[in-house]
Nanobody, 126 residues
């Protein structure tokens, strides 16, 4: 059974930093795209960042460019999200996602991902 488990969420002040981790189990995703999405209360799920299997290609949502960094460790089957200079609008539940197959047309689309974690809450206080 495939599982994605996020960790590292919590409460942070404006301008602070948090680091999220997503550990996958049940199969290897070393040849697949992985991504982070988030959902704020009352809003639709929003793309945050995605990373190719090798880590050579990364994609970011406009609102997090220059502040967030996505990385992966294929040996550990884990993807990370470093969040710096956080803003109140970064508040939400952050979800890790993984794709079933190697190739993807649009890695920023939630429909591209087949597996999802349960999410971890991030709250940025002003």
């Amino acid at each position: 059974q495939v599982r994605l488990v996020e960790s590292g969420g919590g409460l942070v002040e404006v301008g602070g930093s948090l680091s999220l981790s997503c550990a996958a189990s049940g199969r290897s995703f070393s040849t697949n795209y992985m991504a982070w999405f988030r959902q704020a209360p009352g809003k639709e799920r929003e793309f945050v960042a995605a990373i190719s299997w090798s880590g050579s290609s990364t994609f970011y949502g406009e609102s997090v460019k220059g502040r967030f960094t996505i990385q992966r460790d294929n040996a550990e089957n884990t993807v990370f999200l470093q969040m710096n200079n956080q803003k109140p609008e970064d508040t939400g539940v952050y979800y890790c996602a993984a794709r079933e197959t190697q190739w993807v047309i649009d890695p920023t689309a939630s429909e591209a991902y087949d597996y999802w974690g349960q999410g971890t809450q991030v709250t940025v206080s002003s």
